[in-house]
């Protein structure tokens, strides 16, 4: 729509609707005036795209506490290399899946389209992972496959962000990617919380087996996440309306600031390539975390695997309370410090997450009988257990053959448990505190500093990069700790995370003058 020109003082031009409003031209400002019923309406669609973009988040992080107890229930051939690869697969699809619906998004220029087929196929993929232990084996693959294809619907998270850039004004788009930023970092965290509300369901549940259905604690996240995409499905049909501001980018802009943007050219692409490579670490690293705890926690302490899930989620629950208020306390923060500083001083404490969360001490490990049956557990003594004793230190614990449940403890086939201390319970809170704190202050800023590296420009592509990096890394992360906790135990794998993050640190620092916003790139690089 080609805008005309009016008078500032028309008593009619703030009744219109966005699309048909003119500009009002000053000597130094653009402005685009909307009635208070079309700005509810533009922000009760992005409200919308907050709500899709936790539920995508979600759908990754709500199953990570009980897939490996549900991944051995379905498929005994699994071990944790395979876990590794289940648990990557989300990312994968939605690696895949990003630059799809994006391109759709921009070749259609709609982004109801390819939201609506792609929370179909989260609601379908959902279903497929609830009813995985109706399928032939091996289970343990069609388990990947849904997992894939759940990540494929979440491939929408680049849509939902170029949408959320389009629909903000330059002043607005800021805040609104911190807020989402936001919303995708609690949905990674409370995901395991909603796990914990089906575990007084237990294994078994409720099963109606005239469909095959089973409701337990292991299928019951997959049905809830299909219900809440049923949900956002309506909200999208029913509520959610396209509305864009202007070209300009924004409702008030100042021309004197766009023509110099214009002259100063293009964005900084290694700055934004170097952003890219920090965000694909701050993902790594809690791919790494969201992993490995369940495993972790079952070979040091010798939970159940019904004890796993709901304390995992515990801790997970309060991480995600924690990061709430961690997030609260970055806008307030923002406001006084740097925001390169303060994402500096974020890594330093996820390094020393990663280090506290190494083992050490001399008490040792819970172990796993040699030669046991893969079903057979380690429960406390009885007149019906025997004890091997392996070493002087070790005292092992077995059950008789015919028990069905799943071993705890670290199994006698793993190398590394000879020589591993057990993690100490307050350390590993210890670890999981500084973690809670330095992701969600890493993730926000990053997101923050990204928008002010790109500028008063169409953030859709670049998000969609930005968002396939992410993907990246955690389709990566969970392979690459699945393969070294297997072979070399905790102590090596927590280690080497370590050891990306003080990469990451000394990256941050070569690069931290070319990290500057869009209009003060050429006065920061001519000092």
């Not at 009744?15 to 005036?33: D, G, K, Y």
């Amino acid at each position: 729509m080609a805008p005309r020109r009016k008078n500032r003082g028309d008593p009619d031009e703030r009744s219109r609707l966005l699309q048909s409003v003119p500009p009002i031209e000053s000597s130094n400002s653009v402005q685009w005036w909307e009635d208070d019923k079309d700005t509810r309406r533009r922000w009760w669609s992005i409200r919308i795209m907050y709500l899709t973009m936790f539920l995508s988040s979600m759908g990754f992080s709500i199953v990570v506490s009980s897939v490996w107890p549900f991944l051995r229930k379905v498929d005994h051939s699994a071990d944790e290399s395979f876990l590794g690869w289940v648990v990557a697969a989300y990312s994968l699809g939605q690696l895949v899946a990003s630059p799809v619906f994006g391109g759709w998004a921009n070749l259609r220029d709609r982004t109801k389209e390819p939201l609506l087929v792609s929370i179909v196929i989260n609601v379908a993929a959902n279903t497929m992972y609830s009813y995985v232990h109706a399928f032939p084996q091996p289970r343990g693959v069609y388990m990947l496959v849904s997992r894939a294809l759940v990540g494929f619907g979440a491939g929408n998270v680049a849509v939902v962000r170029s949408y959320a850039s389009a629909a903000t004004t330059l002043s607005e788009r800021t805040s609104t990617m911190a807020t989402m930023s936001a919303f995708q970092a609690i949905g990674f965290i409370l995901g395991p919380v909603l796990q914990t509300a089906f575990v007084p369901l237990g294994e078994n549940g409720i099963e109606w087996k005239a469909i095959q259905l089973s409701i337990n604690m292991y299928t019951g996240p997959g049905f809830l996440s299909a219900i809440l995409g049923i949900i956002n499905i309506l909200l999208l049909i029913f509520v959610f309306k396209e509305c864009k501001v202007a070209d300009t980018a924004g409702l008030v802009v100042n021309s004197q600031e766009i023509e110099k943007s214009e002259e100063e050219g293009t964005v900084d692409y290694f700055a934004v390539a170097a952003t890219n490579i920090l965000f694909f670490v701050i993902l790594f690293s809690f791919a790494i975390f969201e992993t490995i705890t369940t495993p972790l926690t079952i070979v040091m302490y010798a939970w159940t695997q019904s004890q796993a899930v709901l304390y995992n989620g515990i801790i997970l629950g309060c991480l995600a309370v924690q990061s709430v208020c961690v997030m609260i306390a970055i806008r307030i923060l923002s406001k006084r410090f740097n925001e390169k500083r303060m994402m500096l001083v974020a890594f330093f404490i996820m390094l020393g997450s990663f280090i506290m969360l190494i083992p050490y001490g001399n008490e040792p490990i819970p172990h796993v009988a040699p030669g046991l049956h893969p079903a057979v557990n380690i429960t406390t003594p009885s007149p019906h257990h025997q004890n091997i004793t392996h070493s002087p230190n070790i005292t092992v614990l077995t059950t008789p053959p015919a028990a069905t449940t799943p071993p705890r403890g670290c199994p006698w086939e793993y190398k590394w448990c000879d020589n591993t201390p057990k993690l100490y319970l307050g350390q590993m809170f210890a670890g999981f505190f500084l973690l809670g704190l330095s992701y969600p202050t890493s993730n926000v800023l990053s997101y923050a500093m990204y928008s002010k590296i790109l500028g008063p420009k169409p953030q859709g592509t670049w998000m969609g990069w930005l968002t396939a990096s992410g993907s990246l890394a955690r389709t990566l992360g969970p392979v690459f700790v699945s393969q070294i906790y297997t072979n070399y135990g905790p102590q090596i794998a927590f280690g080497a995370a370590g050891g990306i993050v003080l990469v990451a640190i000394f990256w941050l620092l070569a690069v931290y003058r070319r990290l500057v916003p869009f209009v003060e790139r050429n006065k920061i690089l001519s000092t």
